[in-house]
Nanobody
Framework: QVQLVESGGGLVQAGGSLTLSCAAS????????MGWFRQAPGKEREFVAA?????VYGDSVKGRFTISRDNAKKPTYLQMNSLKPEDTAVYYC????????????????????WGQGTQVTVSS
């Protein structure tokens, strides 16, 4: 089993930065893809970023967010810069044993494990 725990959320002003962390425990050595999704109130969950053999980003965060991961034993990070009020959402960490890249990276069904989420609020 794998458990994912997100941290680092909070309240920030527009234009500011936050770094989210996703700590995995359990059988982490087989997690080949880590991803971040987000869900704003009243909206569907949206793909943010993923990292496997390469990185993939959602269109709305390209150039502003950076996903990183040193290895399977270390946390996965989401560095968020130039934050906008529309980035306000609950951010979820997700993990897959498979290598999920390209167009598949943004598809939720390819991820087997999910965290509980961390709230990010960007004030204008």
């Amino acid at each position: 089993q794998v458990q994912l725990v997100e941290s680092g959320g909070g309240l920030v002003q527009a234009g500011g930065s936050l770094t989210l962390s996703c700590a995995a425990s359990g059988r982490t050595s087989g997690l080949n893809t880590m991803g971040w999704f987000r869900q704003a109130p009243g909206k569907e969950r949206e793909f943010v970023a993923a990292i496997s053999w390469s990185t993939v980003y959602g269109d709305s965060v390209k150039g502003r967010f950076t996903i990183s991961r040193d290895n399977a034993k270390k946390p996965t990070y989401l560095q968020m810069n130039s934050l906008k009020p529309e980035d306000t959402a609950v951010y979820y960490c997700a993990a897959s044993p498979g290598f999920v890249g390209g167009d598949r990276a943004g598809t939720e069904r390819y991820y087997d494990y999910w965290g509980q989420g961390t709230q990010v609020t960007v004030s204008s």
